[in-house]
């Protein structure tokens, strides 16, 4: 931006000016780079932790790896066998996903093209619905599902899948803005029935969409704690988070470098869905900014 | 073509949605209700009607209203840091020169994904008593003579419940108002630049007032989220003298699920949801009423 004509005095000037510019650009660097040292440093720990033993996790600071991942390793499947809890939570993942994804967008496709009795009252329930608090209505879910006899199964856990309201709302979203009716129209010229042109016609259209809330969907249920917590009562069904907390409140004196591998299994295949699927997600919540802006 | 036969397809498609949204969702909730006026026998397996006994037990309980007022503590500890920071480096990587956009929000964003279960024990080993890393770290250097006994003192506890879940948080903000910040409109900025608006006036003129709706959005859903932290205080520090991470859906859980008083857990149930419903009416009026304020106050500049 510096003129090479102007007068000495306002080059003086350009000079001050472009230090102080420099200057305030490196701060605002250095406010980067240290949050995203902080944000980094747990999951620094956390791999530290992995591979020492308990007395050098507690009594030292240290910044290099030990060796001891082996053994931590060992100790933690002596506790509790986290690769089933692992396989657990991976199938009532996929499932759970599975589930919301067909029937959501079956909703959102009625109500998105269709006109019937009603769509607006009932659409009007849906968002409403997305501000109830989720823990209203554990306690008479719990009793209900044990009226049921329906404790300890992975039903309770998948079937309240099909009314995920939020799924239901992006999709609709998604759809009037991506399904010209044109292609519906078409397909019913062509003959085509009425669920096909679901299979056939909208959902390949859906399939960003989809591919978005399913690894939204996903990561939920990987997450999710409370309903499997008080649904599943046997070891052989716990989901990870379930073990994970487990481990923790089983007594004793804490095995800080079990602990950690724990941590580690839990935190890897959000790791690995994070880095494919990286731009999916920041890309969902900038598209609920730009709902709600 | 969009005959009014075809639409009765409409119905058949929402059916599903609808039978399990009634079976899952609204029922429990009625049955919750119910509930709330009964109380339950462990031994006899029976459920008896107490009338309002739950609530007057809840209104009238030192726990219920401790564990309220944690609540709100933690909420303040995360919500205070977390918009501070995801408002300065939204700000910052809004601008053209900074370099590396991309790897940076991931870095900051990831913390969002962990389960939060593994969040409470990640911060309950960093911050134990008096083995933990920040105690190693805070003797090593020398700042504190003796290691802190974080859970046993009430106020640290709820600081770490809180930077626990800014550090989950604070990354997700980000995301949400750099989108908003990005679909404010170039020109804007420019023409200001053009009236010689530097900087700082730039962004409290226009960027701030702009992204209001964005930030009533974030702190309504904040308040409706945070009120509801369970995983994370449950993992922390539930051996502490004080109990002072006890949180509101932590002590409904406790009363249900650990001690089988499934009437007062219904009734803290509805408790917790009317003392969230206050506050995001509350936070929902003040956020509106500072910004149409300020917003005000930048016309007449």
């Known amino acids: 931006m510096m003129r090479m004509d102007a007068p000495p005095a306002s080059r003086a000037a350009n000079r001050q000016a472009l230090t102080r510019r420099w200057m305030s650009r490196g701060l605002c660097y250095f406010i980067l780079l240290s949050i995203a040292l902080v944000s980094f440093f747990p999951f620094y720990v956390m791999l530290l932790g992995a591979t020492q033993d308990n007395y050098h996790i507690t009594s030292t600071v240290t910044l290099l790896p030990g060796r001891h991942l082996a053994g931590n390793y060992a100790r933690m499947m002596q506790n509790k066998n986290i690769w089933r809890g692992f396989m657990n939570s991976l199938s009532l993942a996929l499932a759970n996903t599975a589930v919301c994804l067909y029937f959501s967008s079956l909703t959102a496709y009625a109500f998105a093209k269709f006109r019937f009795k009603g769509s607006g009252a009932l659409y009007g329930i849906i968002v409403s619905t997305m501000m109830i608090p989720g823990q209203l209505g554990v306690i008479g879910f719990f009793r209900q599902m044990s009226d049921m006899k329906l404790l300890n199964s992975y039903i309770p856990l998948i079937l309240p899948a099909i009314s995920n309201c939020f799924a239901v709302f992006f999709f609709r979203q998604y759809l009037e803005s991506s399904l010209p009716n044109e292609l519906i129209e078409a397909s019913l010229m062509d003959g085509c029935p009425e669920i096909t042109i679901f299979h056939r016609v909208v959902l390949p259209v859906m399939v960003p969409a989809l591919v978005t809330q399913g690894v939204m969907s996903f990561i939920g249920n990987w997450n999710s704690y409370l309903n499997p917590l008080i649904i599943l009562t046997q070891t052989q069904k716990m989901t990870l988070p379930v073990m994970l907390a487990s481990i923790k409140s089983s007594g004793g004196a804490a095995d800080y470098g079990a602990q950690y591998v724990g941590i580690l299994v839990s935190v890897l295949p959000l790791l690995i869905v994070f880095a494919f699927a990286n731009r999916v997600i920041v890309e969902k919540i900038a598209i609920g900014a730009a709902v709600k802006g | ?290 910004g149409s304020k300020n917003a005000k106050e930048g016309k007449t500049a």
């Open chain 2, 1 to 290: 073509m969009l005959t009014r036969k075809r639409q009765r397809w409409a119905y058949l498609y929402i059916l599903p949605f609808f039978a399990s949204f009634l079976a899952f969702s609204v029922y429990p909730i009625f049955y919750s209700f119910y509930l709330s006026f009964t109380e339950y026998d462990p031994l006899s397996l029976a459920t008896r009607w107490v009338g309002a006994a739950n609530y007057i037990r809840m209104f009238t309980s030192r726990y219920f209203w401790d564990s309220v007022g944690h609540t709100l503590v933690i909420w303040l500890f995360s919500i205070i840091p977390q918009l501070t920071i995801a408002m300065l480096l939204s700000l910052i990587l809004n601008e053209r020169w900074v370099k590396g956009k991309t790897a940076l929000r991931s870095i900051y964003y990831f913390p969002n994904l962990v389960t939060p279960i593994t969040i409470g024990l990640l911060f309950n080993m960093l911050f134990s008593y008096p083995g933990g890393t920040i105690n190693n770290i805070l003797t090593a250097l020398h700042l504190f003579p003796h290691p802190v006994e974080f859970k046993n003192a009430p106020v640290l506890a709820m600081l770490v419940g809180g930077i626990a879940i800014c550090w989950q948080y604070f990354g997700y903000n980000i995301i949400f108002i750099s989108a908003g910040l990005n679909a404010i409109n170039q020109d804007v900025y420019e023409a200001a630049e053009m009236d010689g608006a530097n900087a700082w006036q730039r962004t409290a003129h226009i960027t701030l007032p702009l992204i209001r709706p964005i930030m009533i959005y974030v702190m309504v859903t904040s308040v409706i989220g945070g009120l509801q932290i369970f995983d994370i205080p449950k993992m922390l520090f539930r051996d502490g003298v004080a109990n002072s991470t006890r949180t509101m859906v932590l002590y409904m859980y406790e009363s249900a699920f650990e001690r089988w008083q499934f009437g007062f857990g219904a009734a803290l149930a509805y408790g917790i949801f009317l003392v969230i419903a206050v506050f995001s009416a509350l936070s929902l009026f003040v956020t509106t009423r500072i």
